[in-house]
């Protein structure tokens, strides 16, 4: 589909290019421009990313920027529960290409803790993200072509409690009978109440996708992404 053909709901802006390295860099350049401000208020601020290729050269491109990066926290909006060196893991994939070159220093907090099942390691994730100041100050999310976002799947049956507004735990199980493996997710209400908050998508799959969920905001549980495209929200895409 023409990129001409999306209609974003009002107040969701689009920052489309030609190239994935063309729109890293500019959501490079965003992000760091935003953790310098907050940086200059706060003793710490927090970055939260997605996972899979898509990501990465945004996170070879923002790990060249000169910021205070052993004030930042970094962490996943979810991951899949596999040890480090599986070759899924996305807690690898941060730390070998975004936690590098000056953005070494900064602190990564993992959703990946001992424990045979999410559920077994779920008390240590929430220890592991005691004192991570919330509102979370940056926040990239991807999206899935079933429009889930995070570790929010669709057929997830933690999606409800996960998705409740009143929620009050910062992460959830996630058990989606569509994936081979179990999983560990920020929840809806810390993701939501992000100040920045980016969706990175790449592919005309996407478009489609995207298409699709502005067609009915309102069935959230259908297509969980739905509940961020809201005012505020920048969508970075390229072909």
Do not use: Y
């Amino acid at each position: 589909m023409k990129t001409s053909d999306l209609q974003l709901p009002e107040g969701v802006r689009a920052r489309f290019g030609e190239t994935p390295e063309e729109v890293a860099l500019n959501l490079a350049d965003a992000v760091a421009e935003f953790l310098a401000r907050r940086l200059k208020d706060v003793p710490r601020a927090s970055l939260v990313v997605s996972g899979g290729s898509t990501p990465l050269p945004f996170f070879k491109a923002l790990s060249d920027k000169d910021l205070e990066w052993g004030r930042v926290d970094v962490l996943l909006a979810d991951e899949r529960w596999v040890e480090e060196d599986h070759p899924t893991s996305n807690t690898r994939l941060v730390k070998d290409n975004l936690l590098r070159n000056h953005a070494a220093p900064a602190r990564f907090l993992s959703l990946k803790q001992p424990g045979a099942t999410p559920a077994e390691g779920l008390e240590a994730v929430k220890a592991e993200l005691a004192d991570l100041a919330l509102p979370l100050d940056v926040l990239i999310l991807g999206m899935g072509n079933d429009g889930h976002t995070a570790s929010l799947f669709p057929d997830a049956p933690e999606l409800a409690c996960a998705m409740n507004p009143e929620c009050q735990e910062i992460v959830s199980v996630a058990t989606p009978a569509s994936q081979p493996q179990k999983r560990i997710t920020l929840t809806w209400p810390p993701l939501r109440d992000a100040r920045f908050t980016a969706l990175h998508l790449k592919g005309e799959d996407k478009l489609d996708t995207l298409k699709k969920a502005v067609s009915d905001l309102d069935s959230v549980m259908e297509m969980p992404i739905r509940a961020f495209l809201k005012p505020g929200l920048q969508v970075f895409w390229s072909p």
